[in-house]
């Protein structure tokens, strides 16, 4: 049989570490974590957040980098502040060719460590997106608190 082989930082060691936690946390007294992550918002990039926010932060970029070029409107969008706005960007600023675009969101949750012992946990996800003429010249993903 053939064996699945991942890099360490990766994707996938990513998600099995989140799926983990957040088992963990939900079918036991046991060490995890518990986030609300309707804190990410209901706009499309939120939902997609919903899903990819525990990986890490270089395959955050790159999924979100993917994410976007693969949108119908991909050109169009990345160089309309109208339409980043709608997609779910908090903030940007620039003009007809260059945008920066900005989103953030505080999740809140538990941090369980050991039976009994429960910690208030706060995660912000910041995210830059710059554009120049229809392309991605830098998104930057920054998670703090985990």
């Known amino acids: 049989m053939g064996r699945l082989r991942q890099r360490p930082g990766s994707v996938l060691a990513g998600m099995v570490i989140a799926i983990g936690l957040l088992a963990a946390a939900g079918c036991s007294d ?3 974590i518990s986030v609300d992550v309707k804190a990410l ?3 499309p990039l939120a939902r997609h957040l919903s899903r990819q926010w525990m990986n890490p932060e270089a395959a955050l970029a790159g ?3 993917e994410w976007l070029h693969t949108r119908p409107d991909s050109t169009a969008c990345l160089a309309s502040d ?3 706005r709608g997609l779910g960007f908090h903030q940007c600023n620039g003009g007809e060719h260059q945008l920066d675009c ?4 505080t999740l ?12 208030p946990l706060q995660v ?7 554009s120049r003429n229809g392309a991605i010249t830098a998104l930057h993903v920054h998670r703090i608190g985990l």
């Open 63 to 65: 999924d979100l980098r």
């Open 124 to 130: 912000q996800l910041r995210i830059s997106l710059q």
């Open 41 to 43: 918002g209901d706009s």
């Open 30 to 32: 046991g060490p995890g």
């Open 108 to 119: 809140h949750g538990l941090l369980v460590k050991r039976v009994g012992e429960r910690t």
């Open 102 to 105: 900005r989103y953030q969101a």
């Open 82 to 84: 109208a339409c980043l």
